[in-house]
């Protein structure tokens, strides 16, 4: 997953073991990985359909 997010390696992993939390841009990278919004994936949504 971190090659394609686009995220460094060393942060993927330091979210993924709970060392780091995720900034702004991390979770947009995140959001686009999955193809959800990023309000339904702190939680502000339930519904994962993005808003273009």
């Avoid at 997010?5 to 995720?22: A, F, M, N």
């Amino acid at each position: 997953m971190a090659e394609q997010t686009s995220l460094p390696l060393e942060t993927y992993l330091q979210l993924e073991q709970g060392k780091r939390c995720p900034s702004a841009i991390d979770l947009i990278f995140i959001a686009d990985f999955y193809n959800v919004s990023v309000d339904y994936l702190i939680g502000r949504s339930e519904k994962p359909d993005r808003v273009n």
